[in-house]
């Protein structure tokens, strides 16, 4: 696989709901935040838990973050959901996808629902979804393993010796 330096154009966005609070969690995603930067633009982009989500049925909650959700990408971005009904790919698959997906130019978003998933525009809007794995992780996790799993993307990409196969 072969990384082309022109795509360093192209942004990536990770794009949560909710603060990452877990001091651990936290620790690990920023040391994957950091060593992103060293491979393309990257940014995490933490969107603000709902208000009175209590007082919410699990629908309006998924509506109401669906709408912070889309307000926070544009028309221009491609936009890929991290679910758990998305296709599942090994490591050096989800290189091979970045590298597919960056040399068509635009910028990627992956996305993180809160705790009840997304709506349906949200789906809607999506241009892909990927499964990290068939068990199911906290919100808060997900982040971290998310953000490690584009690290190795980029080694792989890069024939870096992170990754062993």
């Not at 990384?3 to 709901?17: E, H, R």
């Not at 919410?56 to 889309?70: A, D």
């Not at 068990?135 to 010796?161: C, D, N, W």
């Amino acid at each position: 696989m072969r990384f082309y330096s022109y795509l360093c154009d192209v942004k990536i966005k990770l794009l949560t709901m909710g603060k990452t609070d877990v001091q651990w969690v936290r620790e690990g995603l920023e040391l994957y935040v950091a060593r992103l930067s060293h491979y393309v633009p990257f940014t995490l982009q933490e969107l603000p838990q709902l208000k009175k989500a209590s007082s919410l049925s699990p629908e309006q909650i998924k509506e109401k973050e669906g709408e912070m959700l889309l307000a926070a990408v544009r028309p221009s971005d491609e936009v890929i959901l991290l679910d758990e009904h998305g296709r599942e790919l090994r490591s050096v698959e989800f290189a091979a996808f970045i590298q597919e997906k960056m040399n068509r130019g635009k910028d990627l978003v992956f996305t993180v629902g809160g705790a009840y998933g997304f709506a349906q525009k949200v789906y809607d809007r999506a241009d892909g979804k990927i499964s990290l794995s068939k068990m199911t992780f906290s919100h808060q996790m997900v982040r971290t393993i998310a953000a490690e799993q584009l690290y190795r993307a980029f080694t792989i990409i890069k024939g870096e010796p992170y990754h062993n196969e």
